[in-house]
């Protein structure tokens, strides 16, 4: 392999890594949130932003870890078939499933990205009774889209790899 995709390989890994293992303990952000969301509802005023921000930490977290997921192959297949064939022919049919999540994710980020130009442009709010701007969640989704397009292009070279029997 080039020097050049291997060292794309290197830096996108190593960046989904970080994003991914920070955003792990967003999980008990989200746990705060909504104890608070509980406690203010049982003994207090309910509060009218706690399950809107409990969503959007909820979207993050799940997009945001989706390109490390990724990277370590913890996303979910099918192996009723899978589990059985040689080596050569999973990395085989994960160079064409790649290829089709990579048109996927093209597409989708095409599509959030004019979608947060939007809220950006015209200062979209949320039809909620908090009314906060949508912007803010909508550049962590276009940006995790984007992490998880370019974590799929380096598996696709690293399945590439392995298919020439060397290892990245």
Known sequence: MPKALRLYVRYVEVVNRKIGRAV???????????????????????????????????????????????????????????????????????????????FYLFWLFYGGSSSTQYAVEYHERSASAWRPYMWPIKVVMTFAILMMLLQAIAVFIKDIAKLKGETL
């Open 24 to 102: 792990m303990y967003m999980i008990f952000l989200m746990m705060a949130v909504l104890l608070y969301s509980s406690l203010s509802k049982t003994f207090f005023v309910p509060s009218l932003w706690t399950l809107e921000i409990a969503q959007f930490l909820m979207v993050a977290y799940f997009l945001l870890g989706g390109p490390y997921s990724l990277q370590l192959d913890d996303h979910v297949r099918m192996d009723l078939i899978y589990g059985k064939w040689s080596d050569r022919t999973k990395t085989l049919v994960d160079v064409v499933t790649v290829l089709f999540l990579i």
